[in-house]
């Protein structure tokens, strides 16, 4: 079993729309959590990080629930230039693992 | 933003033939990661560093080794290329063990073994 599990996707939604995604992590002892953003051919780069209560940046939602373990990310009034592949990411043994990733799409 | 360099960023090599990947940051960070991306994947980690001659492998290994002799150099070599390390090979830093600030990625090496 994959230690972080993701729908591949695609999501397409138009401009302004709200689209919402999860994950699941196998490791119940896994130690913190993130969102990384990838767009196409390029490097991975932090989005946000996690944290239990939930938290928010700006358009970006992220929500984290150990019991299930699953963690979420909603975006809010999408734009074009969100258009990526979100990685979900879980550090386990203060190695970080990487989820396959979830390719959203937002056409106008 | 580029305090993290790999080179060479595009390499066709045959197969049985040695490979070697070299990142360079100037961050002075203690963490350096090899991980190889595929399709369906994800990222998957190779090795890593914990400082100047400390190593350790990660959960894909085999075929790989690296070192570190230098705080700004981590080397990743191919012993003997196999066509099933065509790959994408991403190099990261951390400044910390536990990664809260995030990885900071190089722009990656597309390995071809034909």
């Known amino acids: 079993r994959k230690e972080v599990e993701q729908d591949p996707g695609p999501f397409n939604v138009p401009e302004g729309a709200t689209v919402a995604f999860n994950c699941t992590y196998s490791?119940?002892?896994?130690?913190?959590f993130f969102w990384y953003r990838q767009d196409c051919r390029k490097e991975p780069k932090l989005l946000m990080s996690v944290y239990s209560s939930g938290n928010e940046d700006g358009r970006f939602t992220a929500q984290l629930n150990r019991a299930s373990q699953y963690i979420s990310l909603l975006i809010r009034d999408s734009k074009l230039s969100d258009s990526a592949t979100y990685l979900c990411v879980v550090l386990n043994d203060y190695k970080l693992s990487f989820g396959a990733g979830t390719t959203v799409t937002v056409r106008a | 933003d580029a305090g993290i360099t790999q080179s060479p960023r595009h390499k066709v090599t045959e197969t049985g033939t040695p490979v070697t990947l070299r990142c360079h940051q100037t961050e002075n960070h203690r963490y350096m990661y090899w991980y190889r991306q595929d399709p369906g994947h994800g990222l998957r980690l190779i090795h890593y560093s914990y400082g100047v001659k400390d190593t350790d492998k990660g959960e894909v290994s085999d075929g790989y080794s690296v070192s570190r002799s230098k705080t700004e150099d981590f080397l990743l070599t191919l012993e003997s290329a196999t066509s099933s390390q065509t790959s994408v090979y991403f190099c990261?830093?951390?400044?910390?063990?536990?990664?809260?600030?995030?990885?900071?990625f190089g722009s990656g090496t597309r390995l071809t073994v034909v």
């Open positions: 490791n119940s002892a896994s130690q913190s």
């Open positions: 990261a830093i951390s400044e910390s063990r536990q990664g809260e600030y995030g990885y900071t």
